[in-house]
């Protein structure tokens, strides 16, 4: 297994450069609010001064996309990235990241939904641990928590208390300590027999989804099950799961728990299986150091991690 390799801290005055892996930018009002406030928190933004040209649902083309996330870790000014939205397009252009650049630079990548695909690859390939966290234009509607939890995770400081208090323990299991992996459920299921899918054996598995029916989710669960995704991880966690059209709050309840119940189902093994986690398609999104060594204690409903080794300057 590679070892993980942990981005440097940043501090206040460092430069994060925003990245567009994925979709097209809609909404200037909302790219500019999240520019303020990473500003608002002490931080240097650097982007293309024409923005991004776009062409029908994405940023630009694909090779413009991979060669702006190999001249963002080619720049010694920035220190961290951060994508600027999902939607969809990290799996077309993913084959045009220069791993050499990734190794001898390593940067945390900040964002959800699906540039997960492209977080998780570079932990397979590299080690690189990222941050499963707000994207640009989602900043203007995170919660007070959501942001704070941001800052606190690009600056080093992974709190295991950030992680507490809100999680359903679905099965108790025993308490597991493995690498954290995962992200946006759709988005994961397209690597599914691809060469850029990647090992969930022994590891903390975390996915989240939005605007999926439950029979939707079932079908993907399942298609992993088929697949063996499922049969050896070290445990589950299922982050936020919403549908618009479930307004009353029997129908958000009832609505999880046909999921819950099917995870249940098809992870039959004593492993600790959590639900309503608090991060992914919700403003109480709170960032996960993906391809940290993390630790479920269902004693406590805490999620903590183990940190960089001594002298990397982590502060747990």
Known sequence: M???LFPPQLKKGDTIGIIAPAGRLHDTNRFIGGVKILREMGFEVK???EFWPGKEYFADTDENRGQ???RLFRDQEVKALIALRGGYGCIRMIDKIDLSLVRCNPKPIVGFSDITI???YLYATTGLVSLHGPVVASLGGADRDALECLYLCLTGKWSHAEYAGEIEVLKK???VTAPL???NLASLLTLLGTAYDFSWDNKIIFLEDTEEPAYRVDRMLTQLKLAGKLDNIAGLILGDFSLAQCTQHSEKTGYLQNIWARALELCDRRIPIWGNFPSG???HNLTLPLGA???MNPEKSMLSFQLASAGRGYDV
């Open 181 to 183: 992996v995962g992200g």
């Open 281 to 283: 398609h919700c403003s």
């Open 173 to 175: 299991g025993p308490k």
């Open 68 to 70: 702006e996330i190999n």
């Open 118 to 120: 492209l977080q998780n």
């Open 2 to 4: 590679i070892a993980p």
């Open 47 to 49: 982007f293309p001064r």
């Open 293 to 295: 060594v993390a630790e």
